[in-house]
């Protein structure tokens, strides 16, 4: 054994033999005081698990009735935040709304008594009629009626006018004629003023105002015509009027003539052409013995005729 190691040993001996050791006694009082620290401790544990059993079953039975809150304690001041202002939207912004129906949306045109134009797809008044009813003409007044109105078959509708197709469109046609005084009440047995031909025509759907672009250019396109060996009418195109979808008001001159032979001067006959929608009527005034149209009383006429087909057509 070294030297260091014998010194190492010799100085323990030393210090362990100067510490005296405790007696019984000292020793007994040390392992009591352990074990009622031990005790101690046990009987705290065993108070906090208790505590917490009990804690829990209050929270089950808590759970049952509602929420539990947290434990009272001091108030605690709320902070109410600034609402945020308002953010301004710029125009840029704004999206149409899909729900906004479109500007190219387009409505049918309509015609100046508010009824549907025809359209180029084919749609028309799907009030166009299939016959024409007497309640489509119109009644001429008691004061100026000088003989019952009679319905006639065939006959012209309107002149010739150099020959002109006006009749292919034309699905259905009545004519009756009327017989008036100009002066109202007459005494029986005088002499009539004038005839009309009154003439209703039921076109094609949607067709009716070529018709009448037609019309209009035969008028144009005839100014004058030759209806017996030296004699001509001349023709002319005034404005309509008011009356219906439109109008036409066409001047016939004719050379006067009296017991069949030529006369001085000139006799006036006019023709009002009204169309309401598919439905085109005609008034030609053919005068009585070298008498002349009325404008006055054409319009009359014409006026009563637009009624009469209005109310039929509604």
Request: glycine share 8%.
């Amino acid at each position: 054994m070294s030297r260091d190691v014998s010194d190492f040993y010799r100085s323990l001996a030393a210090d362990v033999d100067g510490r005296p050791l405790d007696g019984p006694g000292e020793l007994r009082r040390r392992t009591d005081r352990r074990a009622r620290v031990r005790a101690a401790g046990g009987v705290f544990l065993v108070a906090l698990l208790v505590a917490g059993a009990a804690t829990g079953t209050r929270l089950v039975l808590a759970a049952d009735q509602g929420t539990v809150g947290p434990p009272a304690g001091p108030p605690v001041p709320t902070v109410i935040a600034p609402s945020p202002s308002p953010s301004t939207v710029t125009p840029s912004t704004v999206t149409p709304s899909r729900a906004t129906p479109s500007s190219a949306t387009s409505s049918p045109k309509a015609t100046p008594t508010g009824r549907p134009s025809a359209t180029s797809s084919g749609t028309h008044d799907p009030r166009t009629p299939r016959s024409i009813p007497d309640r489509a003409f119109f009644t001429q007044p008691a004061s100026t009626m000088a003989a019952e109105p009679t319905f006639q078959q065939g006959g012209e509708v309107l002149p010739d006018f150099c020959g002109a197709d006006l009749d292919g469109r034309v699905v259905q046609t009545r004519s009756r004629v009327l017989t008036y005084h100009l002066t109202p009440d007459q005494p029986e047995g005088t002499v009539p003023y004038g005839t009309y031909r009154n003439s209703i025509s039921i076109h094609r759907p949607g067709r009716a105002d070529d018709w009448m672009a037609d019309l209009r250019r035969a008028v144009r396109e005839c100014p004058e015509q030759e209806t017996v060996p030296g004699r001509s009418d001349r023709h002319r195109l005034l404005p309509g009027g008011d009356f219906g979808d439109e109008a036409v008001l066409i001047e016939v001159r004719e050379p006067a003539w009296e017991a069949g032979e030529p006369a001085e001067g000139e006799v006036l006959r006019l023709i009002r052409v009204i169309r309401i929608g598919d439905v085109v009527t005609v008034l030609w005034e053919m005068g009585w013995e070298g008498t002349s149209s009325d404008r006055r009383q054409v319009d009359d006429y014409s006026r009563r005729a637009e009624r009469a087909i209005s109310n039929w057509l509604d």
